[in-house]
C-alpha cells in the first residue's frame, strides 16, 4: 500500500484545511485508515481513525467537534476536515494504515504510512 497525503498548508487561527490521503496498491478490507501529527521535539500523536466501511470513526480529544474524518472507497482516498483551527494543531499530519482496528491509536501498529503534510496555524 503506497499513501500520499496533501492538503497541508498555512492557515490562520480559526481557519479551515481538508488533508487528504490518497492510497494506491493493495485494499485491506478489514483495516483503518488513521491520521496522526507529530510537532517539533513531540511525539507522533493520534488524531483521528476511520474504519474501511466508514462505518466507525475515532477522534483525540483534542479535536473532537472540530475535525471530521471520512473516506470514499471509490477514490482511495481518506480526509481529514479541520476547522477552527487553533495554533496548537501545528504539526506535520501523517496518514497510515493499521491492518487491527482494534489498535489504530498506537501509530507503532500501522503497517503503512504516508510522507506527511505541514499544517501551520499562525495566531
Known amino acids: 500500500v503506497q499513501l500520499q497525503a496533501s492538503g497541508g498548508g498555512l492557515v490562520q487561527a480559526g481557519g479551515s484545511l481538508r488533508l487528504s490521503c490518497a492510497a494506491s496498491g493493495r485494499t485491506f478490507s478489514r483495516s483503518a485508515t488513521g491520521w496522526f501529527r507529530q510537532a517539533p521535539g513531540k511525539d507522533r500523536e493520534f488524531v483521528s481513525a476511520?474504519?474501511?466501511?466508514?462505518?466507525?470513526?475515532s477522534y483525540a480529544d483534542s479535536v473532537k467537534g472540530r475535525f471530521t474524518i471520512s473516506r470514499d472507497n471509490a477514490k482511495n482516498a481518506v480526509y481529514l476536515q479541520m476547522s477552527s483551527l487553533r495554533p496548537e494543531d501545528t504539526a506535520v499530519y501523517y496518514c497510515?494504515?493499521?491492518?487491527?482496528?482494534?489498535?489504530?491509536?498506537?501509530?507503532?501498529?500501522?503497517?503503512?504510512w504516508g510522507q506527511g503534510t505541514q499544517v501551520t496555524v499562525s495566531s
Open positions: 497510515g494504515v493499521v491492518l487491527s482496528v482494534y489498535r489504530w491509536r498506537d501509530a507503532s501498529k500501522y503497517e503503512f
Open positions: 476511520i474504519t474501511w466501511t466508514g462505518g466507525s470513526t
